[in-house]
């Protein structure tokens, strides 16, 4: 889920950690980076359901690792059946599928960078910067929002007045709709692929 509303300082935060990823977009267009999106899409909405598959899988290897330890015996089975297996609580469930959403990410990326044919020029570039803008904004977004807490707004709600002191009045912060941006940015890589093809004809 992406961050709503989005404030000024949390959208700085992301476009500074976007960057790299912007100038690898600007270097390789926008194929590339229609197949970086897809790519984080992917894990995001898959994520999940394949770390519940897959730790099930890695806590049977687990118990019959730790049962195999005192030996192969006739207290296998017993063994097998006690012992406690590696991912046992949400959390780390949450982030096997934090991990499983990083590989399929960058998996993608290495797809994106040898199958796109590249930029074909700057407008090409351009548009591919602002594909990868949204992709790493996917990527960063969906992480923080599993990992990491942002800081909250605070409010402070004055309960008396003391004479010569002035109540503190509210300050207008800037929010902004991340997606609204995104839409923005989809409609500007749309136009962007029509004009493209416009001027090859």
Same mark, same amino acid.
């Given at each position: 889920?992406?961050?709503?509303?989005?404030?000024?300082?949390?959208?700085?935060?992301? !476009?500074?950690?976007?960057?790299?990823? !912007?100038?690898?977009?600007?270097?390789?267009?926008?194929?590339?980076?229609?197949?970086?999106?897809?790519? /984080?899409?992917? +894990?995001?909405? $898959?994520?999940?359901?394949?770390?519940?598959?897959?730790?099930? !899988?890695?806590?049977?290897?687990?118990?019959?690792?730790?049962?195999?330890?005192?030996?192969?015996?006739?207290?296998?089975?017993?063994?097998?059946?006690? *012992?406690?297996?590696?991912?046992?609580?949400? *959390?780390?469930?949450?982030?096997? +599928?934090?991990?499983?959403?990083? /590989? /399929?990410?960058?998996?993608?990326?290495?797809?994106?960078?040898?199958?796109?044919? +590249?930029?074909?020029?700057?407008?090409?570039?351009?548009?591919?910067?602002?594909?990868?803008?949204?992709?790493?904004?996917?990527?960063v977004t969906h992480l923080f929002e599993r990992h990491v807490? $942002?800081?909250? *707004?605070?409010?402070?709600?004055?309960?008396?007045?003391?004479?010569?002191?002035?109540?503190?009045?509210?300050?207008?912060?800037? /929010?902004?709709d991340p997606n609204v941006l995104v839409l923005i940015v989809? !409609?500007?890589?749309?136009?962007?692929?029509?004009?493209?093809?416009?001027?090859?004809?």
């Open positions: 889920m992406i961050p709503n509303p989005l404030t000024l300082e949390e959208l700085t935060l992301i !476009v500074v950690l976007s960057l790299p990823l !912007v100038y690898w977009g600007l270097q390789h267009g926008l194929d590339a980076a229609i197949i970086a999106v897809v790519s /984080v899409l992917a +894990g995001m909405a $898959l994520s999940d359901a394949a770390a519940s598959a897959l730790s099930g !899988v890695i806590n049977i290897f687990w118990r019959m690792g730790k049962a195999l330890g005192g030996g192969f015996g006739a207290d296998f089975y017993t063994q097998f059946s006690q *012992e406690s297996g590696l991912i046992t609580t949400p *959390e780390q469930l949450e982030m096997l +599928g934090s991990i499983i959403f990083v /590989v /399929v990410a960058f998996w993608g990326l290495r797809i994106a960078r040898r199958r796109a044919g +590249g930029r074909a020029n700057f407008l090409d570039g351009l548009l591919g910067a602002l594909g990868a803008l949204v992709t790493s904004y996917l990527f807490a $942002l800081p909250q *707004e605070i409010v402070i709600n004055p309960t008396t007045e003391l004479p010569g002191f002035l109540a503190p009045t509210g300050v207008p912060t800037v /929010v902004l989809l !409609v500007i890589i749309a136009y962007g692929v029509q004009t493209t093809k416009r001027k090859s004809k």
